[in-house]
């Protein structure tokens, strides 16, 4: 009766909140999150019933309507995210997008939890999302460190590894390569933040978002060689029916659309971003190459304050606990707060979720991996060798953690696959429906939002391109619209060329992380080997079992699979008796199997890493040209030259993957097709702002210009009529909830090009300022007419001199002409700029990749004005 009531009442609120919603929906759309009890799920803004009542009882709602609007420019399929990302994305540059998302509830299982900096580089042009992923993530004491041992807690400390200790290369923050640092944040906790920012980006508000619908088809009519004239049309039905509210891999949840009502949506463009299951991929026959079935896996969710608080007085929290003991091996990750999740090896089909992981059978696993506190701190570390003082304690124990509660157990299978290509037509792949990863390293989730990012500026400058060609003269020539034509399909090859090798090597260095994994069980006396060969068993027995004892009797059947079972769970123990007392006690087996973790620990390279920063920010695109001939091609080496897929680069980390892998510049370096070097400069000429606000080159390309200073961000397109250039008119703090949901102009991708002010220009730098904006606008008029590009001068602290009438006039203009205030003067306060480029420039793309780097003159424009043209797919 009491959770009756607190549905009612839920709903009560949900359906005011929804009225209001409708009368005003973007003044209302901050007040709609609605708090509920820690175990009901919180609810999403969305047009549907996003409430439950009890976390055991969650059902899906059919109450969501087909899409009202029959056809957009693109459909995004899947909601997770990568989805989620792409659809901010679109809406920043004006595009509107249909999003499909079967589920109707977010997800409450952790899942993904780690972002790399090149993400959150990603997240700082999105309405204060990085702002936001700092300080909802944990300190960093919780998961700095992962902890090899016996149990979590009372247990042989084995080893530990810091990931943020000085001398291993892994800063906090990497502030001289990156603006950001990474981030531990669960994904169930990322996905609100970014939806809550979807909507309030979206022109059509929640209007743009399909819950509780399933996609079930694509159909792509094809139009000429070009396929400019391509339509997708997307299938899409309500969910009828779903037996949880957290969808995954697993396939556990099940959604039944078949039945209910269709609807269609048109579009120019499709990206499926709907998962390693989703249909499109499949639909599309698109393949795929690498290993389906590296590892099968179950994922324990499971909470406990008491474990929490306890890791945490023993100087014992981490991100990552590997344990090792007769009862149980797990790796159990620890999430923000009280939530954990346990993964441990899982032998399919001989094991089953109903036999072998029971919600009781889960919660004994997890006991073991547990522990319990001691009643005295007791050195367990095997660094200083003194068995004795390790050992002698050991037995003492206090209390077991009486909180835990298991929330939901799913299975999962750990592959390395990628696919053919990542495009047909106008679908287009991202995410795990391209890709998929082991998840040692963290690259899975980032990858796909970095796909997003990749696929957002083209979509987008192509839609702005083509309703350009529309108000062009009806007389153009046949060349000139073969050239457009080519530019449609030109997204697909271009997205395919540059983002499947970033996929690839992403692949295979996880493929290398999972393998690093392997070597600490390895030194205790549990061989990869072995597993791999116990799942091939498993695999050969059922298909005898199948094959041939099916003819016979259930009984025989039975028997037979009976003992198997028991033989793989003799097996299991048999491995895991490695980690009892022979691993625990002090005799020379243990010492020597202690002391070769404690040694893998010691090392930066042989055990997991949780940063990759050549991997995370140094991959190269094949842009697909040069600079100009007469620029300074920066001839830096390479990171490494193993992205040729030679038979002598092949082996096990490869995991039977095709194809080149992406080439790697070392960040900080200058590369054609890498991303542009991360420098601080101060903005010197911004509607009147002056030199308060510090940014990083990476933020050139966007419309809105971070303060690095304080997490304010200076908004270019919608500067105010103050002529006191005070900071209130032009700084606006998107970290506060007040201004997330604020609504923003949208603008077209946004190109750069850096010039660096000549130090022998007499000083006078506004006579500098004339002839490079001169050269840009022959830039503009010889490039697609749709393209915002914008200039900025970078300067020394000693080049920049008294304003001239000229200038205040350009500043303001530029308040009430948000046009042109695509030219910013900039200071290097450090010269690492300069130190960076020389006397080039650099064509710095919407996605912070370098497209070109040259001379600024009249005979450099020409390659300046060709590279544009390259990039954007127009010949």
Same mark, same amino acid.
């Given at each position: 009766?009491?959770?009756?009531?607190?549905?009612?009442?839920?709903?009560?609120?949900?359906? &005011?909140?929804?009225?209001?919603?409708?009368?005003?929906?973007?003044?209302?759309?901050?007040?709609?999150?609605?708090?509920?009890?820690? &175990?009901?799920?919180?609810?999403?803004?969305?047009?549907?019933?996003?409430?439950?009542?009890?976390?055991?009882?969650?059902?899906?709602?059919?109450?969501?309507?087909?899409?009202?609007?029959?056809?957009?420019?693109?459909?995004?399929?899947?909601?997770?995210?990568?989805?989620?990302?792409?659809?901010?994305?679109?809406?920043?540059?004006?595009?509107?997008?249909?999003?499909?998302?079967?589920?109707?509830?977010?997800?409450?299982?952790?899942?993904?939890?780690?972002?790399?900096?090149?993400?959150?580089?990603?997240?700082?042009?999105?309405?204060?999302?990085?702002?936001?992923?700092?300080?909802?993530?944990?300190?960093?004491?919780?998961?700095?460190?992962?902890?090899?041992?016996?149990?979590?807690?009372?247990?042989?400390?084995?080893?530990?590894?810091?990931?943020?200790? %000085?001398?291993?290369?892994?800063?906090?923050?990497?502030?001289?390569?990156?603006?950001?640092?990474?981030?531990?944040?669960?994904?169930?906790?990322?996905?609100?933040?970014?939806?809550?920012?979807?909507?309030?980006?979206?022109?059509?508000?929640?209007?743009?978002?399909?819950?509780?619908?399933?996609?079930?088809?694509?159909?792509?009519?094809?139009?000429?060689?070009?396929?400019?004239?391509?339509?997708?049309?997307?299938?899409?039905?309500?969910?009828?029916?779903?037996?949880?509210?957290?969808?995954?891999?697993?396939?556990?949840?099940?959604?039944?659309?078949? &039945?209910?009502?269709?609807?269609?949506? #048109?579009?120019?463009?499709?990206?499926?971003?709907?998962?390693?299951?989703?249909?499109?991929? *499949?639909?599309?026959?698109?393949?795929?190459?690498?290993?389906?079935?590296?590892?099968?896996?179950?994922?324990?969710?499971?909470?406990?304050?008491?474990?929490?608080?306890?890791?945490?007085?023993?100087?014992?929290?981490?991100?990552?606990?590997?344990?090792?003991?007769?009862?149980?091996?797990?790796?159990?990750?620890?999430?923000?707060?009280?939530?954990?999740?346990?993964?441990?090896?899982?032998?399919?089909?001989?094991?089953?979720?109903?036999?072998?992981?029971? @919600?009781?059978?889960?919660?004994?696993?997890?006991?073991?991996?547990?522990?319990?506190?001691?009643?005295?701190?007791?050195? *367990?570390?095997?660094?200083?060798?003194?068995?004795?003082?390790?050992?002698?304690?050991?037995?003492?124990?206090?209390?077991?953690?009486?909180?835990?509660?298991?929330?939901?157990?799913?299975?999962?299978?750990?592959?390395?696959?990628?696919?053919? #290509?990542?495009?047909?037509?106008?679908?287009?792949?991202?995410?795990?429906?391209?890709?998929?990863?082991?998840?040692?390293?963290?690259?899975?989730?980032?990858?796909?939002?970095?796909?997003?990012?990749?696929?957002?500026?083209?979509?987008?400058?192509?839609?702005?391109?083509?309703?350009?060609?529309?108000?062009?003269?009806?007389?153009?020539?046949?060349?000139?619209?073969?050239?457009?034509?080519?530019?449609?399909?030109?997204? =697909? #090859?271009?997205?395919?060329?540059?983002?499947?090798?970033?996929?690839?090597?992403?692949?295979?260095?996880?493929?290398?992380? @999972?393998?690093?994994?392997?070597?600490?069980?390895?030194?205790?006396?549990?061989?990869?080997?072995?597993?791999?060969?116990?799942?091939?068993?498993?695999?050969?027995?059922?298909?005898?079992?199948?094959?041939?004892?099916?003819?016979?009797?259930?009984?025989?059947?039975?028997?037979?699979?009976?003992?198997?079972? #028991?033989?793989?769970?003799?097996?299991?123990?048999?491995?895991?008796?490695?980690?009892?007392?022979?691993?625990?006690?002090?005799?020379?087996?243990?010492?020597?199997?202690?002391?070769?973790?404690?040694?893998?620990?010691?090392?930066?390279?042989?055990?997991?890493?949780?940063?990759?920063?050549?991997?995370?920010?140094? @991959?190269?695109?094949?842009?697909?040209?040069?600079?100009?001939?007469?620029?300074?091609?920066?001839?830096?080496?390479?990171?490494?030259?193993?992205?040729?897929?030679?038979?002598?680069?092949?082996?096990?980390?490869?995991?039977?993957?095709?194809?080149?892998?992406?080439?790697?510049?070392?960040?900080?370096?200058?590369?054609?097709?890498?991303?542009?070097?991360?420098?601080?400069?101060?903005?010197?000429?911004?509607?009147?702002?002056?030199?308060?606000?510090?940014?990083?080159?990476?933020?050139?390309?966007?419309?809105?210009?971070?303060?690095?200073?304080?997490?304010?961000?200076?908004?270019?397109?919608?500067?105010?009529?103050?002529?006191?250039?005070?900071?209130?008119?032009?700084?606006?703090?998107?970290?506060?909830?007040?201004?997330?949901?604020?609504?923003?102009?949208?603008?077209?991708?946004?190109?750069?090009?850096?010039?660096?002010?000549?130090?022998?220009?007499?000083?006078?730098?506004?006579?500098? %300022?004339?002839?490079?904006?001169?050269?840009? %606008?022959?830039?503009?008029?010889?490039?697609? =007419?749709?393209?915002?590009?914008?200039?900025?001068?970078?300067?020394?602290?000693?080049?920049?001199?008294?304003?001239?009438?000229?200038?205040?006039?350009? %500043?303001?203009?530029?308040?009430?002409?948000?046009?042109?205030?695509?030219?910013?003067?900039?200071?290097?306060?450090?010269?690492?700029?300069?130190?960076?480029?020389?006397?080039? *420039?650099?064509?710095?793309?919407?996605?912070?990749?370098?497209?070109?780097?040259?001379?600024?003159?009249?005979?450099?424009?020409?390659?300046?004005?060709?590279?544009?043209?390259?990039?954007?797919?127009?010949?």
């Amino acid at each position: 009766a009491a959770a009756a009531a607190a549905a009612a009442a839920a709903e009560g609120v949900m359906s &005011r909140a929804m009225r209001a919603l409708s009368r005003n929906p973007i003044a209302e759309r901050g007040d709609m999150t609605l708090r509920f009890n820690r &175990r009901a799920i919180v609810s999403w803004t969305t047009s549907s019933t996003w409430t439950s009542t009890s976390w055991s009882s969650r059902r899906y709602s059919s109450s969501t309507s087909p899409p009202t609007t029959t056809e957009v420019p693109v459909v995004i399929v899947g909601g997770g995210p990568v989805g989620l990302t792409l659809s901010i994305l679109l809406s920043k540059f004006g595009v509107d997008s249909q999003l499909v998302e079967r589920r109707t509830t977010p997800t409450t299982h952790p899942q993904a939890h780690f972002i790399n900096s090149r993400s959150r580089e990603i997240f700082r042009g999105m309405r204060g999302l990085d702002a936001a992923v700092t300080k909802a993530q944990p300190p960093l004491a919780d998961w700095r460190h992962f902890i090899y041992a016996t149990r979590m807690l009372g247990g042989v400390e084995l080893g530990r590894v810091d990931h943020f200790r %000085e001398n291993s290369g892994e800063g906090v923050c990497q502030r001289s390569v990156s603006p950001t640092s990474v981030a531990h944040l669960s994904q169930h906790k990322l996905e609100p933040m970014l939806f809550q920012r979807a909507v309030a980006s979206h022109p059509r508000g929640l209007g743009g978002f399909s819950l509780g619908m399933q996609c079930v088809g694509v159909s792509q009519e094809r139009v000429g060689v070009s396929q400019v004239g391509n339509t997708v049309t997307a299938e899409v039905r309500t969910v009828t029916h779903a037996t949880d509210g957290d969808s995954g891999d697993s396939g556990e949840t099940s959604f039944s659309a078949q &039945r209910s009502r269709a609807s269609k949506i #048109k579009c120019k463009h499709l990206v499926a971003a709907d998962g390693a299951n989703g249909g499109v991929r *499949s639909w599309l026959r698109i393949g795929n190459s690498g290993t389906a079935d590296m590892q099968h896996l179950v994922n324990v969710h499971f909470t406990s304050q008491a474990l929490a608080d306890a890791l945490r007085k023993e100087n014992n929290s981490a991100m990552l606990h590997f344990v090792f003991n007769p009862a149980v091996i797990a790796v159990v990750v620890s999430h923000s707060g009280d939530e954990f999740v346990a993964q441990m090896p899982f032998f399919p089909p001989l094991q089953t979720l109903r036999e072998d992981f029971s @919600f009781a059978q889960c919660l004994e696993l997890v006991r073991s991996a547990v522990g319990s506190v001691p009643r005295s701190s007791v050195g *367990s570390s095997v660094a200083d060798g003194n068995a004795a003082a390790k050992f002698g304690d050991s037995t003492t124990r206090a209390a077991t953690i009486d909180d835990l509660r298991i929330e939901s157990v799913r299975e999962w299978k750990m592959s390395a696959l990628v696919a053919d #290509k990542f495009h047909d037509g106008n679908i287009f792949l991202a995410g795990d429906a391209a890709h998929s990863f082991p998840p040692a390293g963290g690259f899975g989730m980032n990858t796909g939002i970095q796909d997003a990012h990749a696929l957002a500026w083209r979509i987008a400058a192509w839609h702005l391109g083509n309703e350009s060609d529309k108000n062009c003269s009806k007389d153009s020539s046949s060349s000139d619209r073969d050239s457009d034509d080519g530019h449609l399909e030109s997204i =697909g #090859k271009a997205y395919t060329r540059e983002r499947r090798p970033v996929a690839v090597r992403n692949a295979r260095v996880s493929v290398g992380n @999972f393998r690093n994994v392997l070597k600490v069980p390895a030194a205790i006396g549990l061989d990869p080997r072995a597993a791999n060969a116990l799942q091939q068993l498993t695999n050969v027995s059922n298909f005898l079992s199948d094959s041939l004892l099916s003819q016979l009797s259930p009984e025989v059947h039975k028997a037979s699979r009976d003992a198997q079972r #028991k033989a793989l769970s003799m097996s299991l123990a048999l491995g895991r008796s490695q980690c009892g007392q022979l691993l625990e006690s002090d005799n020379v087996l243990g010492n020597a199997r202690r002391a070769e973790v404690a040694k893998l620990c010691a090392s930066d390279s042989d055990t997991l890493r949780l940063q990759f920063p050549d991997v995370d920010l140094g @991959f190269v695109y094949d842009v697909d040209g040069v600079g100009d001939e007469d620029g300074e091609k920066n001839s830096r080496p390479f990171v490494d030259d193993t992205s040729k897929n030679t038979k002598a680069n092949r082996d096990d980390d490869d995991a039977k993957i095709v194809g080149p892998s992406a080439k790697l510049a070392a960040p900080g370096t200058l590369f054609l097709g890498a991303r542009v070097p991360h420098v601080w400069v101060s903005l010197g000429d911004v509607g009147g702002v002056g030199g308060v606000a510090q940014v990083s080159t990476l933020d050139l390309v966007e419309p809105v210009l971070r303060d690095a200073g304080d997490d304010r961000v200076i908004e270019l397109i919608e500067l105010g009529d103050d002529e006191s250039g005070s900071e209130k008119n032009h700084l606006l703090d998107l970290g506060s909830e007040k201004n997330q949901n604020q609504k923003h102009e949208p603008s077209a991708p946004t190109f750069a090009v850096l010039v660096s002010v000549p130090e022998n220009d007499d000083g006078n730098h506004f006579d500098f %300022e004339g002839k490079a904006e001169a050269l840009i %606008e022959r830039v503009r008029l010889e490039g697609p =007419g749709h393209v915002r590009l914008r200039l900025v001068l970078v300067s020394r602290p000693e080049e920049k001199t008294k304003e001239s009438k000229k200038s205040k006039e350009k %500043e303001k203009e530029s308040k009430t002409n948000p046009a042109t205030s695509l030219t910013v003067l900039a200071v290097d306060p450090a010269g690492s700029w300069k130190s960076l480029v020389g006397t080039n *420039s650099v064509l710095v793309r919407p996605d912070g990749h370098v497209g070109w780097i040259g001379k600024l003159d009249g005979k450099g424009i020409s390659g300046l004005a060709a590279a544009l043209r390259r990039a954007l797919g127009r010949r």
